[in-house]
């Protein structure tokens, strides 16, 4: 019997967790379908960006899984710190995301975040401050420095899912405003 390597290990994770994400976590968490229909439009159902982001999980399990490398029977301590960075990466930027756009309505004196939060440039500045940090804290660990090449390349990708989920609808709050 052959072992498990890492990658294959980490691609059947990836197909377990997008699975489960798509047909357990979205069905039992959303009210709403991935689009709706509402007085004569579409209007983004409250499903349709957890299932796209359990989609993508998914495609990049089965790509690991084709991926035709000979690896490490196991995952090795880089594999482990590598991804242990990436999740910290994540959190680090879900807190700014989540703290910076009621912070700056403090600091600057503004009415109550929770009225502001569907208004320019309110709506934006977790989204924007959160994003950047996440892109542009994953490529300078991954290259080992700093660089602006890796800023501009995060407000770029920022920018360009700002235009693409946020633009196009009226009733669309971007992450975390939501919540807020």
Do not use: H, Q
Not at 19 to 35: H, K, Q, R, S, Y
Not at 42 to 68: H, K, N, Q, W
Not at 112 to 136: H, N, Q, S
């Amino acid at each position: 019997m052959r072992k498990l390597s890492a990658t294959v290990a980490l691609g059947l994770g990836c197909i377990a967790f997008g699975l489960l994400i798509a047909l357990i976590w979205v069905p039992f968490d959303t009210d709403t379908g991935l689009v709706e229909r509402s007085r004569g439009r579409y209007i983004v159902g409250d499903s349709l960006a957890p299932t796209l982001a359990a989609v993508f999980i998914l495609l990049s399990g089965l790509m690991l899984l084709v991926e035709r490398r000979d690896g490490d029977a196991r995952p090795s301590r880089n594999n482990l710190i590598f991804i242990g960075v990436m999740i910290a990466c994540g959190v680090l930027s879900i807190l700014v995301m989540r703290y910076s756009g009621p912070l700056v309505a403090l600091l600057s004196g503004a009415d109550e975040y929770r009225l502001l939060r569907d208004t320019a440039p309110w709506k934006y500045i977790g989204f924007v401050l959160g994003g950047v940090t996440m892109i542009c804290g994953m490529i300078a660990f991954v290259e080992g420095r700093f660089s602006l090449r890796a800023f501009w390349i995060a407000l770029a990708a920022v920018a360009g899912i700002i235009l693409l989920y946020d633009v196009p609808f009226d009733d669309v709050l971007l992450p975390p405003n939501g919540d807020v």
